[in-house]
């Protein structure tokens, strides 16, 4: 496993650069013209890291950060203690405020740069700061991805499916009727000395294909790559759909998205995210999906070696609940001569939602420019011939413009579904989003990008990374 942590590779390039200049510039960023948008110097940037990258600006960084005052320095003192750096106080605001400058901004930390002087003071204090990171495992044709989560004392491994577009956390168990069971790894709630049962505590999840579960709720302790968290709310499933039952790998969900849509009565739970965000390096998460292979979510990093170029930051809207945000529009092929056609839409980032589903507007543009595409009713969506090559789409998140290569777009086989099939005829993994609330980014776009969960400051952020389609 690979270790690149970006907070450690900072304090330790940041340690060797002139502080004096690099206040220097970040004082000259914050000029008099300097409004909402903050844009970053180039001196900022060029922070060397292992291995001799270099991490680059996200384009243009929105400061709408959360104020709470005091706990920012510390938590970042955490991180930095955390690999054996004595940090000045005067580094330590600098660093604050690169980091919050690349929206790495940790909870509570004064979002205009104003300089509360406590900052060094406590650098010391603790050294809990945690970062883990775990493999995404396809299923077939991508469908969905699992990952090894920890639960209980002695730890029982279970595969989850991690879903930034729902706030849950639940399990197959000990109390899963046997009928409803078809050879999940089960949650032995007897067989873990640490669970306890949240007295009257219960819960029923309905997710947008129909698919549906309920149960009664455990706190137990949980790890996911070597983050853990105890007293963990695990819902335990007393019945599950079919659908459920149907899919033997996966023992659950695990959800990512926020905790007011968590589904436990009468008192909502928090997710595990939400539960380890003090205590991680970085406050986020990082969900870097491959086209049939692994790849992994990592907690409280940056890998810097998981994506090219630089991260663009945009304000997620977390009012209902999910990891949503505004896109403006779309261009469909020659990323050269890319023009972006305009249509506004809100969207939610999705790594539990298999598909692309965009406006109808994009969906149609889109497949006119496919020469053997046709909305098929006996499919149930657009299918084309499998050997079409697909032209790439570019969305237009803020000022990024997102390329999904088109070969993520030819999803799977639709009349032949055994992976060695000879099918001809391909499902798309873009679909119309009509009759949904809202668009769903779901893998086949999560697929093309490195994408940042920042539960800081509510910001997502989006990069380039090599694909293989
Ligand atoms: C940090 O360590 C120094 C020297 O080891 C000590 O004097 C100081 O009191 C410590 N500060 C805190 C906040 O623990
Ligand atoms: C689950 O599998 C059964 C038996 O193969 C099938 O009848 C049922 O339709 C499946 N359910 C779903 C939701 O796919
Ligand atoms: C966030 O989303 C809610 C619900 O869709 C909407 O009412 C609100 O105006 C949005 N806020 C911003 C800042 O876009
Ligand atoms: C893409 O653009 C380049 C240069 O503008 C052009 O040479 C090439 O033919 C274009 N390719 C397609 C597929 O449109
Ligand atoms: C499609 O996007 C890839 C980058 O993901 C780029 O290398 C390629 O040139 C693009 N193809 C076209 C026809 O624009």
Redesign the pocket.
Known sequence: MKFSSWSAAVTASLLSLSSGALAAAIEKSKGPTATQNFELTKEMLEISVFGGQTIHAPQVVNSGFVTTTGRGPRALAKAYAKFGVEISPELLLILEEILEALGITVPGTTGTGSTSGTGGTNANQTTSASQGMVAAVPQLFDTEYLAQVSIGTPPQTLMLDFDTGSSDLWVFSTETPKTQENGQTLYNIAASSTAKQLEGATWSITYGDGSSSSGDVYLDTVSIGGVTVTNQAVESARKVSSSFTNDTASSGLLGLAMNSINQVQPTPQKTFFSNALDNLAMPLFTANLKKEEAGNYNFGFIDTTEFEGSISFINANTTQGFWQFESAGFAV??S??TTITSVPHQAIADTGTTLLMLPTAIVEAYYAQVQSAQLSQEFGGYVFNCNEDLPNLTLAIGSYNAVVPGGLINFAPADDISPTGSSTICFGGLQASSGLPFAIYGDVFLKSQFVVFHGGNAQLGFAPKPTTS
């Open positions: 092929g020659n050269s001569t």
